[in-house]
């Protein structure tokens, strides 16, 4: 297909993507493009609608693994939309979804407001985290949100209240929009307290990660009632290996690509973790990690 002459200094063919997820594997983008305003990115997701490409938007790449074979179609990173687009307005937070969930986070304490702190040090950008509905201790990023708004296929922005978004554990129901901003409603907080609380969750969640360089995923959802880490444990699958994709030994709730991985072995790592708890428990384990 061809774009339209005011967008082609946009796009990029055949681009790379390995370097643009943690992961750091798989194949190109048919099509990419790093739209630097809303404006742009816009026109972008009209132009692939009406030429009925399929696109996907790409925040920090932190829940995403590519084939091999790479991705057919539009492939939008948010990554240069970011800008430090946070607003705070009484106990109410406005932030763009191309903010990184950390960012925010911060922001929200420095600012006295609580309710995004136990999300402190989860990877990603704000809007992959409403899209995924990251979660941490229990609690997910849904319960904190207040409305967010979507840009439409056709062009069009709406803004969707917490209650349509669908937010249900470790997901909701958008589907083929594009998340531009998220307004969270929090409580005040005395700043000293909600600082410290947000430090300790922050060494506690560094403390529990492989240390092990970016090439990184947390491919399962945590079952009822069970921390995910825990179930693979018990099951005897920790350190379990694929090729040069492994299960952390310690923490096997992680999944890492070591040197010479491919997306391939990714794949057969987390179906055969899948079949064996299965077997085991009869549990069938849900993909956090998104296949592209
Ligand atoms: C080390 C590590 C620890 C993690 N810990 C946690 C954890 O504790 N809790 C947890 O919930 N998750 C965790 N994750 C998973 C991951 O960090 C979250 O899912 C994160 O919210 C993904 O954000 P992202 O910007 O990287 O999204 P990406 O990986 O870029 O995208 C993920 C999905 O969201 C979509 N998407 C992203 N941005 C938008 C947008 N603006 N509009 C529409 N769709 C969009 C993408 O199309 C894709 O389908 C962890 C991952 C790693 C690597």
Known sequence: MSFPDSLSHLIRTDEPLAPLVWLGIGGPAHYFAQPSDN???????????????????LGSGSNVLVREAGV????????????????????KLSVGAGVKLSHAVIEAVGAGLAGLEHLIG?????????????????????SAVESITVLEPSGETTTLAQEEVGFSHRKTSLSGVTVLRVNFALED???????????KLWINRNSARPNEERRIAMPFIDPDGMPVRELL?????????????????????????????????????????REQVLLQTGIDLQLNLQIW
Do not use: F, W
């Open 189 to 199: 907080r005395d700043v000293s307290q909600l600082t410290k609380r947000m430090q």
């Open 122 to 142: 989860i990877p990603g950008t704000v809007g992959g985290a409403v899209v995924g509905n990251a979660s941490s201790g229990g609690r997910d990023i849904g």
């Open 72 to 91: 057919d179609g539009l492939v939008i990173s948010l990554g240069q939309i970011a800008g430090g687009d946070v607003i705070v307005e009484g106990t």
């Open 233 to 273: 444990d018990s099951v005897g699958l920790s350190g379990m290996r694929e090729g040069d994709v492994s299960l952390d030994a310690q923490q096997p709730q992680y999944l890492i690509a070591h040197a010479g991985a491919t997306s391939d072995q990714c794949l057969k790592l987390i179906e055969r973790v």
């Open 39 to 57: 404006q742009e990115l816009s026109q972008l997701v009209v132009a692939a609608s009406q030429a009925k490409l399929p696109v996907r938007v």
